[in-house]
């Protein structure tokens, strides 16, 4: 079965300033990879997603993420970082092939500081 | 396009009583999962439904139950209700039961148990 590790609880960066938060994954072939944004007390929306092909991927509000498949890893970044993205990011991976659910990291969650 | 719709919002209930959410997915998607998110953590699977059927389960007890109705909406029911199911419970739809579309996700119902 798949996992998602997400080595970071919390991180503080300030306004302007780039930013990359780290997802490691777990599953025997390549995997679908997914980056969501969370604001308090809301659902998730989608950043971004991988499913094959470039390995850099572009989504929404300026982030984007690299598939690395020798490092089983799938970190986000936004080079410079706006007040309005502070939120908890989560990141999943989904298996191809077969109907298992995505599953999801613990989450990191953005601060953001003048 | 109406995007994944959660009802109620917001839920106070006392240990012991049961408990009904309701959740309506995107326009033309067929497939819905249920997610429980307890503060501070990532959403944990709780269980799929496509063609009105429950495919996949994730660790949760018998408790917990739903339904999908012919129109893709779905209910998810808790019986005897313990304060640690207190949590934000979150509905996504998809396109079929694989991660291969993604999911899209509600605003989930906030569901505090006294």
């Known amino acids: 079965a798949q996992s998602v590790t997400q080595p970071d609880i919390h991180i503080t960066v300030s306004e302007g300033a780039s930013l990359e938060l780290r997802c490691n994954y777990s599953y025997g072939a390549t995997p679908y990879l997914f980056w969501y944004v969370q604001s308090p007390g809301q659902g998730l929306q989608l950043l971004l997603k991988?499913?094959?092909?470039?390995?850099l991927v572009q989504g929404i509000k300026g982030f984007e993420a690299e598939f690395k498949r020798s490092q089983s890893s799938f970190n986000l970044r936004k080079p410079s970082v706006h007040w309005s993205d502070a939120a908890e990011y989560f990141c999943a991976v989904g298996a191809t092939g077969g109907n298992t659910p995505l599953v999801f990291g613990k989450g990191t969650r953005l601060s953001v500081i003048a | 396009d109406a995007g994944v719709t959660q009802s109620p919002t917001h839920l106070i209930k006392t240990r012991g009583q049961q408990v009904t959410l309701r959740c309506s997915p995107k326009?033309?998607?067929?497939?819905v999962s249920w997610y429980q998110q307890a503060l501070g953590q990532g959403p944990q699977f709780i269980f799929q439904y496509y063609e009105e059927e429950e495919r996949q389960r994730g660790n949760f007890p018998d408790r917990f139950s739903g339904h999908q109705f012919p129109n893709y909406s779905s209910e998810l029911n808790v019986n005897a209700l313990l304060l640690g199911d207190s949590a934000l419970y979150l509905c996504a739809s998809s396109l079929g039961p694989g991660a291969s579309y993604g999911y899209t996700f509600g605003s989930g119902t906030r569901l505090t148990v006294v």
């Open positions: 991988y499913f094959s092909g470039d390995t």
């Open positions: 326009s033309g998607h067929d497939t």
